[in-house]
């Protein structure tokens, strides 16, 4: 059974971080940085990653950290990992980049899944992978 409660730990930081980025008391690297390091931490106990970063995950985007609009969409990087890699969770296992939630805006996505298939797979292809997949993943 997994333990919560280090996730809310580690999220009560995590909202730390996010504010201080947002008054610039810290680069978007720093902050990066400190959301890898929190996410790590769960670790500690048998914990979910998704829970210490559950502030941000949904309502930002994991790499360039802006807040998405109504109208703006975030896409799940780990929707596209049976596309991408064949496996359901393995993705980001050689994205060497920190990151705060696997949710990215368009841009910051297509990004990094060209740098993770060396320029092999196209964003669009993946993000046009989970939009028509959408209900079964
Ligand atoms: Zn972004």
Do not use: Q
Request: glycine share 8%; aromatic share 10%.
């Amino acid at each position: 059974m997994s333990c919560h409660d280090i996730g809310r730990g580690m999220n009560s930081v995590t909202e730390v971080v996010i504010e201080m980025f947002d008054k610039r008391e810290l680069t978007r690297t720093a902050a990066l940085k400190l959301f890898t390091a929190l996410k790590n931490g769960v670790n500690w106990c048998d914990g979910n990653e998704s829970e210490a970063v559950e502030s941000i995950i949904d309502c930002r985007c994991g790499k360039c950290l802006k807040k998405i609009k109504k109208n703006e969409k975030l896409y799940d990087i780990f929707k596209c990992s049976m596309f991408v890699t064949g496996k359901p969770w393995n993705i980001m296992d050689n994205y060497e980049g920190d990151y705060g939630g696997w949710y990215f805006c368009k841009d910051c996505f297509d990004e990094i899944i060209k740098e993770i298939t060396d320029g092999k797979i196209a964003g669009e292809e993946a993000r046009r992978y989970i939009e028509e997949n959408e209900d079964d993943l």
